[in-house]
């Protein structure tokens, strides 16, 4: 992965679920172009994510961090503790990485998802896990280089626009940080 690049990491704020939401629906109709319904990303809602951000902002969860850079949203990392029903104790789980297409490769992502690890081991997490849809090569890629491995037996299938699309889950054990901070 290529280093972070020069991009503020902070908690979310109310003031930020607008740029977050627009930062969502972006990212969704560029990445999962050919894969989701063009019809279905071009009626998503700006309005409407900005909304289900910011309960989670008032809520605390998921735990929500944007990455700031020129003093607008470039991206943001949503994450918790892990839905899945099989998920052993202490596994917590990334509910969405999403950043403005224009930050895409240039370390952004990569800042982000350190700065979630840092909180998910200062929780004492042990593993992690998360969801990508399977024709996501972009995101797979990513989540390999950070380390994660997909499991296979995980696989599933929805509908979503019309399309019937496969995600899978990847998972990476969490080891404590090392005594040098270094997180990678």
């Given at each position: ?36 319904s063009g019809e ?26 944007v990455a700031m ?116």
């Open positions: 992965m290529k280093s972070a690049a020069p991009a503020h990491i902070e908690p979310a704020a109310l003031a930020h679920c607008r740029e977050i939401a627009e930062v969502h629906v972006l990212s969704w109709q560029q990445a999962y172009a050919g894969l989701i279905y990303l071009a009626a998503l809602s700006v309005d409407g994510r900005e909304t289900a951000w910011r309960e989670a902002v008032v809520k605390g969860a998921p735990q929500l961090l850079a020129d003093g607008r949203v470039a991206g943001f990392v949503a994450f918790g503790p892990s839905r899945d029903k099989d998920a052993a104790p202490g596994t917590a789980e990334v509910w969405a990485l999403y950043l403005a297409p224009a930050c895409w490769s240039q370390g952004t992502g990569r800042a982000l998802w350190l700065a979630a690890l840092e909180r998910m081991r200062a929780e004492t997490c042990t593993s992690v896990s998360l969801w990508v849809l399977a024709g996501n090569e972009r995101a797979r890629r990513f989540y390999a280089a950070a380390g994660f491995t997909p499991d296979p037996a995980s696989a599933r299938e929805f509908t979503i626009g019309g399309a019937r699309v496969s995600e899978l889950r990847y998972v990476l054990a969490l080891m404590p940080a090392p005594p040098d901070g270094n997180m990678t």
